[in-house]
């Protein structure tokens, strides 16, 4: 089945940089990839997502990169803000009609003042 | 348009009770899954469901643990005889036609 490896476990960046997270993925039938933002207490939050038809997609601060040969997904977060604290979560689709989502271990992302 | 609800936030159960968690997906979804997560871990996949119907249930342990979606009311992850290992948050997620998932706050179980 898939596998999702993720990638720093833990990320500290002072405020006003960029951050990046990468994903491997072992299922190449896999088809979409969302990014999930977990603070503490609270459920996951679509931030953004990929499908495999395309290769890069932005939102404002936030882009996410697709490499398929390579089997790889990384979320770029630029001018980070201390808001922006949170452990976060890549996810790749898996299973029958690819529904099932297998999710990598988490990043916890502390942005410094 | 309200998100994904879920109830109870907080659930304590004995050893041996059983806990009932509840989901109700966004309005116009027709497409609930379940996950689990423990502590500093990620989500782990149990259930997908549509109405009336368990569509993939390869995540859900086989004993103990059922899941139904019925044609009115909210979603229901059933656990039976619980044990000390089911504490964990249950995540339950909705979306439209099979795209992005959508998730509620969760369920903390915490079994004594």
């Known amino acids: 089945g898939e596998n999702v490896e993720q990638h720093p476990s833990t990320l500290s960046v002072q405020e006003g940089d960029s951050a990046v997270i990468k994903c491997t993925y072992s299922?190449?039938?896999?088809?979409?990839f969302p990014w999930y933002k977990q603070e503490l207490g609270k459920g996951p939050q679509l931030i953004i997502d990929?499908?495999?038809?395309?290769g890069e997609k932005k939102d404002q601060r936030i882009a996410v990169t697709l490499n398929k040969t390579a089997k790889h997904f990384s979320l770029h977060i630029t001018e980070t803000q201390p808001e922006d604290s949170a452990v976060y979560f890549c996810?790749?689709?898996?299973?029958?009609?690819?529904?099932?989502?297998?999710f990598g271990q988490g990043t916890r992302l502390t942005i410094n003042p | 348009n309200a998100g994904v609800m879920q109830n109870p936030r907080h659930l304590v159960r004995r050893r041996g009770q059983e806990a009932r968690l509840r989901c109700s997906p966004m309005?116009?979804?027709?497409?609930v899954y379940w996950y689990r997560q423990l502590p500093e871990e990620g989500l782990k996949f149990m259930v997908y469901?549509?109405?009336?119907?368990?569509?993939?249930e390869s995540g859900m342990p086989k004993e103990r643990f059922s899941a139904e979606f019925p044609k009115e009311g909210p979603s229901i992850l059933r656990i039976q005889q619980v044990v000390r290992g089911d504490s964990a948050a249950y995540f339950c997620?909705?979306?439209?036609?099979?795209?992005?998932?959508?998730f509620g706050p969760g369920t903390r179980l915490t079994v004594t």
């Open positions: 997620a909705s979306s439209p036609q099979g795209a992005e998932q959508y």
């Open positions: 299922d190449s039938a896999s088809n979409y």
């Open positions: 990929i499908r495999s038809n395309v």
């Open positions: 996810a790749a689709s898996s299973g029958q009609g690819a529904q099932k989502l297998v």
């Open positions: 309005k116009g979804h027709s497409h």
């Open positions: 469901l549509q109405k009336e119907n368990i569509i993939d």
